[in-house]
């Protein structure tokens, strides 16, 4: 600990999720996100009745808009949090990161529901998602089966499921007709979920290295300085790390609105996570063009050079700062940081689609621009997200908090529900701490 | 010392994993090569016959029962591009004022590749490559619509009806119902300087180099277009300009989609390698999920709080 600024406060251990408590749900920025959303929805209905063509920018030479190459290639990427942080924990045993579990959890399951809204929106014969039950017309080798299958698997089953214990605990406080159930329920969470955390971790190793394997069949068309055949790799290799910097970002933002203490030991945890996967990362993709003989493209290729600096200083050089304890302590510059890690990561997964992505057309490059409605329905998606974000970490005991600040939302909660009792599973009276009551 | 059916179990999940590994190293060290069916049918332009009539381009819209597209001056069938109206098209190359060359028609239509992207690309086997004659097709009720053959095409031939609520994907499909009935496709039947012909794909490319041979150096670069790029196509080029001038992009032989995805190949092959890493991490976790249990119950005692996971 770097504790020269902080010897006289006390450290802060993060013990359990406790939900942010005596803010409102309904805010003026809550509205403002819900009416982005909803606008968004009646775009997507103008989507389905008057064809792609009408809705979107798209065209032949440039068949994939921002739904497929940015809510989902992309911003899955920022919910890919839980299995880096979830294998470092589960099976590294960084004890530690378990406080963070739940937040990075519920992201990925928002991002990916969102990102699965996408898809369904941009697929124009969606009748026949059913062939996904007719193994007889599976074709495994390609990567878009292996999105097709494992991203709704993930978002339904592994991730849903993990993000139900938070859901279950809430309803055993305030929903006493419920408690049976959840104590019924609780048993079988636990007994099965070593298999749907394994899950949980395979499956988007499996899709986010297809999402990169996506690019591959497109060969030559995007540029050289991406396009390479360990796309996969280099592809789930940065979600891990834009997962985890998000994690820490959205952690940090949530603590710095809500006036949350932080744990400083956790913050740094993630962070030499984070470091150990972005150094390895920046090696293998510079050695990788080397390799291929595409070293002076890093410096001749004009506009696309500059996109691809862009990208690897906006990486490298955060994580080279968040070497020193100094702009890990504090918040704003390890927010400041992380952030602008994920814009690179961010643009490193977007590029290779589309800026990069340079379908040859008798010496004409096909470009595209995506259309208002394609905007709007893609920030819709975005807000959808934030604001079952912000219900979810409002409501449900997420965000990790010192153990003092449960008592405190529990006397809160007192106020308005007199009966309520937040401690659990039956037995818990004896042992309810006597400064609470 | 007894063996138990876990131990068993145990065993063979890290024989398979050993297994896929090993497969996927060894595996991928060789360059698969793609091969046409026996049977393969195919077609031969030669840009030097062509005269433009484009004969063809009305006949394949006929044939195929796809609506004239006149949408340029809504009087003449004149399509800008291959589009959701037209399956084949004949475009001009004209070398610009003042430079030298020569003009040169092209005839586009779907390749019909011999390891074709947009098979490896769809999801769903939609577009399927027929065992016997490779005829590339597509089909309806297999289609989600999501345009990963478009992306994946390096000829740009598969197109999307944008404007349809039941959009369909459009390509050349080698008139598969006149050659199922004997007949050739309607392109090459029509082709008044027989400019475009049918045949086997080996007959074809006999006869191509037979050309070749017998005129040395009027066909750019005496070479046959489709021989072998991205590991061959069934429809076959001759031009006396470069290709890349008539839209037929420069690909490496071994630029096939099966080389580009063989560690997909391999990865997927009968799912062993995600099954292992999934036993894998079931015997970490389930070990470490024991001691986080303890752990979380531990605290329960100590606070009374519900453990949370």
């Known amino acids: 600990m770097n504790g020269h600024t902080q010897s006289d406060l006390t450290v802060v251990r993060w013990q359990r999720g406790v939900p942010v408590f005596g803010v409102p749900v309904v805010t003026k920025n809550f509205i403002f996100l819900a009416a982005v959303a909803l606008t968004g929805f009646v775009f997507v209905i103008y989507r389905q009745v008057f064809g792609l063509g009408a809705a979107s920018g798209l065209s032949d030479g440039f068949p994939w808009g921002i739904w497929k190459t940015f809510n989902v290639m992309t911003l899955t990427a920022l919910g890919s949090g839980s299995f880096p942080i979830g294998i470092a924990a589960w099976i590294f045993r960084k004890r530690k990161l378990h406080a963070v579990m739940r937040v990075t959890l519920l992201i990925s399951f928002l991002v990916y529901f969102t990102g699965l809204l996408a898809i369904a929106v941009d697929v124009s014969r969606p009748w026949n998602v059913y062939n996904l039950l007719s193994v007889y017309r599976w074709n495994t080798i390609s990567p878009m089966w292996e999105v097709l299958w494992c991203m709704p698997l993930y978002c339904l089953f592994p991730l849903f499921l993990e993000n139900t214990p938070p859901i279950l605990e809430q309803w055993y406080y305030f929903f006493p007709p419920g408690r049976g159930l959840v104590v019924w329920l609780v048993p079988i969470i636990r007994k099965t979920y070593p298999y749907i955390v394994a899950l949980a971790y395979t499956l988007p190793i499996l899709h986010q290295s297809a999402l990169g394997a996506l690019m591959l069949l497109t060969g030559n068309q995007v540029f050289p300085l991406w396009q390479t055949p360990l796309l996969p790799l280099l592809y789930v290799w940065a979600a891990a790390f834009i997962g985890v910097a998000t994690t820490i970002a959205s952690v940090l933002l949530c603590c710095l609105t809500w006036k949350r203490a932080i744990d400083q030991s956790i913050m740094d945890e993630l962070v030499s996570l984070l470091n150990w996967l972005i150094f390895p990362w920046i090696a293998v993709r510079l050695l990788d063009i080397v390799v291929r003989g595409r070293f002076t493209m890093m410096f001749t290729s004009g506009l696309l050079s500059l996109l691809f600096w862009t990208e690897m200083l906006f990486i490298f050089v955060p994580a080279f700062y968040l070497r020193k304890a100094k702009y890990r302590d504090n918040a704003y510059t390890l927010f400041r940081n992380c952030f602008f890690i994920v814009v690179g990561g961010m643009a490193y997964r977007f590029d290779p689609t589309t800026l990069a992505y340079r379908p040859w057309r008798l010496g004409i490059i096909a470009y595209y621009t995506p259309s208002v409605i394609e905007i709007a329905i893609s920030l819709s998606f975005i807000c959808t997200c934030i604001c079952l974000f912000l219900i979810a970490v409002k409501r449900l005991p997420i965000l990790p908090a010192p153990l003092q600040q449960w008592y405190d939302s529990e006397s809160y909660y007192r106020n308005f529900y007199p009966y309520i009792q937040m401690s659990g599973y039956g037995n818990a009276d004896q042992h309810r701490p006597s400064y609470a009551d | ?309």
């Not at chain 2, 947009?118 to 097709?137: I, Q, Y």
């Not at chain 2, 000829?155 to 050739?184: S, T």
């Not at chain 2, 490496?252 to 099966?258: D, L, N, R």
């Open chain 2, 1 to 309: 010392m007894s063996l138990t059916r876990r131990d068993l179990l145990k065993m063979g999940t890290m024989a398979g994993a050993a297994a896929a590994v090993g497969d996927a190293v060894v595996g991928t060290a060789q360059e698969p090569v793609p091969t046409p069916p026996r049977d393969a049918v195919g077609m031969l332009y030669d840009s030097t016959k062509c005269i433009g009539c484009k004969s063809c381009v009305v006949a394949c819209a006929d044939a195929n029962g796809l609506q004239p597209d006149t949408r340029v001056d809504s009087l003449h069938q004149a399509p800008n591009d291959l589009n959701s109206f037209t399956k084949n098209i004949i475009k001009l190359y004209k070398p610009k004022y003042g430079e030298g060359g020569t003009f040169a028609f092209v005839k586009r239509q779907c390749m019909h590749c011999v390891d074709p992207f947009c098979v490896a690309a769809c999801p769903f086997h939609a577009l399927e490559k027929n065992r016997v004659t490779g005829v590339v097709s597509w089909s309806a009720d297999k289609c989600i619509g999501c345009r990963y053959c478009q992306l994946a095409c390096p000829y740009q031939i598969p197109k999307f009806d944008w404007d349809a609520f039941n959009a369909k994907i459009v390509k050349c499909e080698f008139c598969k119902e006149r050659l199922a009935a004997g007949k050739e496709p309607a392109c090459t039947y029509v082709c008044p300087p027989k400019a475009v012909i049918f045949g086997r794909r080996d007959v074809l490319l006999r006869e191509a180099h037979r050309r070749i041979n017998e005129h040395p150096g009027k066909y750019f670069e005496d070479r046959v277009y489709g021989e072998k790029e991205a590991g061959g196509t069934q429809v076959l080029y001759l031009a006396a300009v470069n290709f890349d001038l008539l839209g037929l992009p420069h690909l490496s032989p071994t630029e096939h989609p099966s080389n580009w995805l063989r560690w997909q190949e391999r990865v997927m092959k009968y799912f062993l390698l995600p099954i292992s890493i999934y036993g894998v991490m079931v015997a970490f976790l389930k070990q470490n999920f024991r001691e986080h249990e303890a752990e979380i119950d531990e605290e329960h005692k100590k606070t009374g709080l519900i453990p949370q996971l």
